[in-house]
């Protein structure tokens, strides 16, 4: 048991009748090396119930019980590991600064057997006594000064000893905290401040500086460093023996084995069951008096009997009346719950009325907003349909009055031909009459040609009709070939755009599939290789930094395109400090695109190498918190959206892309949203991204809004998280993009072939123009030569009339001739009008169409924001009513609060009265009822003058506290008997356990003296003087023991002393509870046999104990000691270093 045990423990140990429940850890080990003890000296008792001294043992029994105590010790050493040391508990190094003799000194000591020896001077008690001052004794303790001061080195100001103390296994202390050992440093100096420090390793964090922790760390572990068995000082070792009085002697026995500290708070318990019995005899001397007290109330109550139960009465009329007001209460509460029950249906309803009316009326907004949105792109997209529509007016206007004039040209024409055929009629006529009378018939060769004539202009008039026809063939096979070419280069953009995207996804998914091996495939191909390039060589100023991408990282993936399409580039540049830097680096470039065919993203097919950017940066960390606009609170930046894990790297994409300003958006209606809320209160211009991949930018002074798509990035994704996802998703999009790839690839062919025939129909259209062009100039040659003839076959000698006939016949032929053209222009002209006519009927349908479907989405408009009217009152007028509804409830739970703290009150004063009846009177007739019986009770106190209420009152407070001391006498007699239960049990087991200890000291000492051949005695007196007496007899020539001459300590000499000192301390110890056992000066006055012997009891010793550290400190070394062993070690102190000078140097 430890000694510095709490007394206040020991109390409530002794007052728990089962004892082991409440007992701190310490004192459960200490009892089970108790019992462990008790129970190997139980066959040493056997035979001796009554033992109080060792006087009444006889040679046999000593013999007896010393082969007993061999035989155990020896059945133990089998049993006990012969390697098992202490783990926990003991002292693994002792370092000394500026203490006592030494400036600087560190000692590790062994596990179980630690000889310190050195000639004297050489500070060897200075290491005990440094281990004691650690551990918390007093300077006077250690017998080498009268405070700590007087320990530091002089010269020196201040002093520091450290112990290092094992702490593994089950008995360590507080391992949670200091781990497999605890270092414990003390530094004082010459002023006499002190101070403790706990840590876990010597240059570890200080984990405690209260002398708390040491007190509990002792007490853990059993170390009382103030008990000679713990450590026994060089000038205690001299003179334990020589002076020593017997009750000392017993005092340093009961001290030692722990028992002096179970008896004191044994006698602490006896002390406070003796103060218990005292108090208890006193209250029962009052209990008469007060019994006296409450029989006299009672007796004058008997004088007021009626009025009694008329009081009685009206108590049970106040007890049903209290709970009749509590049920009306309760009846009220529970009306009002009701009501507020229905007020939160009410509620409810009309919050999901509210939310259904919010619901509807977003929904309208948003498709008022998008009707908004629809009409005034539905007019944007059909404003060209209105201003086509007048062009078409204007040119149906023109084509009419072109029309016109033709037809009034054709009209004169015809008239005019037909006026020359009648001139001409009139001079045939006249020609025919001379003819006739002249030759009498008509000359066949120029009716021949007359008839070759006409042909011809036949033939020449169908020429010139037909030209304008073919004119306009040639004009539309033109706008057809112009139509299929453009057609054509659609198809061919739409064929190329999908073989590019196609392209582009399948290079994604080889990039993702890279990347499952390569984290640099996103940034280029055959990047590996500058990465090495860059490795090996050497920078005037750093390593470049790159590809920067490789720091970047996307928070929300939504804007993984977006991001990509603005930031791609830069991802795959590079970063340097210096220009020479820039230029070696792109000479790696270069070099690894001709040996490694490098090349960053986006890869060129057949082209020359992309060699990626190279930025020279500075290094100026600038704070750009200023114009961040996601810390001002303006909205969500592409700073916001990124994680860059590089300071360098983000001042960068600051400086090139002023990502901290640049703000973004789910969506472009978004976009335009953050705009106007922006736009003015915090910026004059702006730049969103949203994340449908638009770039939208305004500032304030022109009101300017643009927006537009952003420049596609070709490379790969370069924001790609889930590598194996993404690629699953993109194959199934591969396969459409090759489906639509197909498709395109075949409309194109079809393109292909439209064109082609166009450009035949137009080559064809031409021809036929080029005919008429060719045949027109024939045909008049032709007429000309055939009028020739037809004149030449004429006779010469006609008059004027055929020569006027000719002319006008040649007048009738050029009329025709412009006839012609006229009608051939007509009917170009007709085309034209029917043509302009139709597309200015399809638009005009086309106008109508858009008007129509224009008032309709009005009418749709005007309807939804009536809807949207309409929610609006029926919002404001639920709004009303839920507000309404809200301060009623609270209106309502006030009054529930204020009448559930007065039912509270009333139900607490019923409960005064009598416990809740199951039935409730009316509360208007029980206070008639209590009334009449007021009037009663008035009326009997008046006729026997006695105050009721008082003289009740006192009897129930008297009697409450008659029945109050009863139970507490009660109480405490139970108390006072488990204590004295208690202590006579303890005191029992104590005496047994001091006996069976005492009886196991004697019997190892007279074991341990006999080595040396002497006989000795322990005379312990256990009832009377509390003494131990201590007899040694040096010469056993005698037969029996009770023939020797026994010596007392005194009288022995100074070698027979300290070998009976060591005799007695390893008896001792054999019960003493402490991991630790100090010796200092053991064998100061032994020779080398005596010395041998104590040195071989020693070693014995520490070999039957486990758990246990043995130092023990010799001027002498230990030749001739077996101190071989696991755990045993033999340190040896340099010589002390002295100014020693010869004699004759003085002389």
């Keep these: ?345 009410k509620s409810e309803m009309i919050v999901g009325k509210l939310g259904e009316i919010d619901t509807a009326d977003e929904k309208v907004k948003e498709d008022i907003r998008m009707l908004r949105d629809g009409i005034a792109k539905f007019v944007d997209d059909h404003r060209q ?59 066949p060769e120029q009716l021949r040609l007359q008839q070759q004539l006409e042909a011809a202009e036949a033939q020449k008039s169908g020429l010139v009709r037909m030209l304008p026809q073919n004119e306009r063939a040639v004009a539309t096979a033109k706008a057809a070939v112009d139509e299929t070419e453009t057609a054509l280069r659609a198809a061919e953009n739409e064929y190329n755009e999908a073989d590019r995207n196609t392209n582009d996804i399948r290079r994604n998914l080889d990039n993702l599939q890279a990347r499952r091996t390569d984290r640099l495939a996103p940034y280029g191909r055959n990047l590996r290789s500058v990465m090495q390039a860059i490795e090996s060589t050497q920078w005037k100023h750093s390593k470049p930094i790159g590809p920067i991408g490789l720091y970047v990282k996307l928070v929300d993936p939504v804007y993984r395109n977006c991001f990509s399409n603005m930031l791609g580039s830069s991802l795959c540049s590079f970063v340097v400090r210096d220009p020479a830097d820039q230029n070696t680096l792109q000479r790696i470039f270069e070099q690894c695109g001709r040996q490694s065919n490098f090349s960053a993203s986006p890869v060129r097919q057949g082209g020359p190498p992309n060699f990626p950017s190279i930025t020279l940066y500075k290094g100026d960390r600038y704070d750009f918190s200023n114009g961040d606009l996601y810390r001002q609170g303006v909205g969500e930046t592409v700073l916001s959206k990124l994680e860059v894990d590089d300071e360098d790297v983000l001042r960068v994409l600051i400086t090139a892309h002023q990502i901290e300003r640049t703000l973004v958006a789910p969506s472009d209606n978004d976009a335009l949203a953050v705009m106007d809320r922006v736009l003015g ?104 030569a055939i009028s020739d003839k037809l004149k030449a076959s004429r006779p010469i000698d006609g008059n004027a009339t055929e020569i006027s006939l000719e002319e006008v016949r040649q007048e009738k032929t050029n009329l025709q001739e412009e006839l012609n053209v ?62 309404r509804a809200k301060q009623q409830l609270q209106k309502e739970e006030d009054t529930i609060d204020e009448a559930e703290k007065t039912l509270k009150t009333w139900t607490q004063a019923a409960l005064g009265f009598m416990e809740r009846p199951d039935e409730f009177g009316d509360a208007k007739a029980l206070e008639a009822q209590r009334k009449v019986v007021d009037k009663q009770i008035e009326e009997a106190r008046r006729r026997t003058n006695i105050d009721l209420d008082q003289i009740v009152h006192q009897h129930l407070i008297e009697s409450e506290r008659l029945d109050k001391a009863t139970r507490s006498i009660d109480k405490f007699r139970e108390i006072e008997r488990l204590l004295k239960v208690g202590f006579d049990d303890r005191s029992n087991r104590w005496q047994m356990l001091r006996r069976a200890i005492s009886l196991r000291i004697h019997m190892r000492f007279i074991e341990n003296i006999r080595q040396r051949g002497f006989e000795g005695r322990l005379h312990f007196d256990h009832e009377v003087g509390e003494e131990l007496r201590l007899e040694v007899a040096t010469s056993i020539d005698t037969v029996t023991q009770r023939e020797m001459v026994y010596k007392r300590p005194e009288s022995l000499s100074g070698g027979e002393r300290s070998f009976v000192t060591v005799s007695l301390l390893l008896s001792m110890w054999d019960s003493a509870p402490a991991n630790l056992r100090c010796l200092d000066e053991w ?65």
């Design 1 to 345: 048991m430890s000694a510095s045990a709490s007394p206040a423990k020991r109390t409530s140990e002794a007052l728990d009748p089962e004892g082991d429940g409440k007992r701190i850890q310490a004192a459960k080990r200490v009892k089970r090396e108790r019992v462990e003890r008790v129970e190997r000296t139980e066959a040493i008792e056997e035979g001796s119930d009554d033992l109080d001294s060792d006087d009444e043992m006889n040679d046999d029994d000593v013999e007896a019980n010393i082969e007993e105590l061999r035989r155990q010790r020896a059945v133990e050493r089998r049993r006990r590991d012969p390697e098992e040391l202490a783990t926990a508990g003991v002292v693994k190094e002792i370092s000394l600064i500026n203490f006592m003799c030494h400036e600087n000194l560190t000692v590790t000591l062994a596990e179980k057997m630690n000889f310190v020896v050195g000639h004297n001077g050489s500070g060897k008690s200075a290491i005990l006594s440094g281990l004691a001052v650690a551990l918390g004794a007093k300077a006077t303790i250690t017998g080498r000064g009268a405070g700590l001061k007087s320990m530091i080195m002089t010269g020196k100001d201040r002093a520091k000893v450290t112990v290092t103390m094992r702490n593994v296994g089950d008995d360590a202390f507080m391992h949670e905290l200091f781990g497999d050992q605890v270092v414990i440093e003390r530094n004082f100096d010459q002023s006499g401040s002190s101070n403790f420090k706990f840590r876990a390793t010597k240059d570890g964090k200080i984990l405690s500086d209260k002398r708390d922790m040491l007190t509990k760390m002792c007490n853990h572990w059993q170390i009382n460093i103030d008990s000679p068995l713990c450590m026994l000082t060089q000038d205690n070792a001299k003179t334990f023996l020589a002076k020593t009085d017997p009750k000392i002697m017993y005092s340093f026995f009961l001290k030692g084995t722990g028992l002096g500290s179970i008896m004191e708070s044994y006698k602490l318990t006896k002390y406070s069951q003796e103060k218990l019995s005292r108090d208890l005899a006193s209250a029962t001397e009052a209990l008469p008096e007060q019994q006296d007290k409450v029989r006299k109330l009672q007796n004058l109550i008997q004088y007021a009997e009626k009025a009694r139960n008329l009081r009685k009465k009206q108590e049970d009329l106040k007890a049903q009346l209290a709970w009749a007001f509590v049920n009306d209460k309760e009846s009220e509460i529970e009306t009002v719950r009701g009501y507020m029950a229905s007020l939160n249906v």
């Design 385 to 443: 349909t209105q201003q086509d529509m007048l062009a078409k007016k204007k040119k149906l206007s023109a084509a009419r009055t072109d029309l016109a004039a033709a037809k009034t040209a054709i009209t004169q024409c015809k008239g005019e031909i037909q006026a020359r055929e009648d001139e001409i009629a009139v001079i045939e006529d006249k020609l025919a009459a001379a003819r006739r009378e002249q030759e009498g018939e008509v000359n």
């Design 681 to 784: 209160p915090h910026r004059h211009s702006i730049v969103v991204f949203s994340a449908s991949e638009f770039r939208h930018n305004g500032h304030v002074k022109n009101r300017l809004r643009q927006s537009g798509p952003q420049t596609k990035w070709r490379g790969p994704d370069m924001f790609v998280t889930d590598v194996a996802a993404e690629i699953e998703r993109l194959r199934p999009i591969l396969n459409e993009h090759e489906t639509d790839l197909y498709t395109k690839r075949a409309e194109l062919q079809v393109r292909r072939q439209e064109a082609a025939a166009a450009r035949d129909g137009l080559k064809k259209a031409q021809a036929d123009v080029d005919r008429n062009n060719k045949g027109i100039p024939h045909i008049k040659r032709m007429i000309e």
């Design 822 to 883: 006229l009608e051939g222009n007509f009917e170009v002209k007709e085309t034209d009008f029917k043509d302009v006519e139709t597309e200015c009927e399809a638009a005009q349908a086309l106008l109508t169409s858009f008007q129509e479907q224009l008032n309709t989405k009005k009418d749709m408009l005007v309807n939804l924001q009536a809807q949207e009217k309409q929610y609006e009152k029926e919002r404001a007028h639920y709004r009303g009513s839920l507000g």
């Design 1083 to 1147: 064998d100061v006055f032994l020779d080398s046999a005596n010395r041998r012997i104590a040195a071989g009891l020693l070693m014995d010793g520490s070999r039957d104990v486990t758990s246990k550290q043995f130092v023990l400190i010799s001027p002498l070394d230990m030749n001739g000691v077996n101190t071989g062993g696991r755990g045993n070690k033999v340190i040896r102190l340099a010589d002390p270093v002295r100014n020693q000078r010869r004699l004759e140097e003085f002389q």
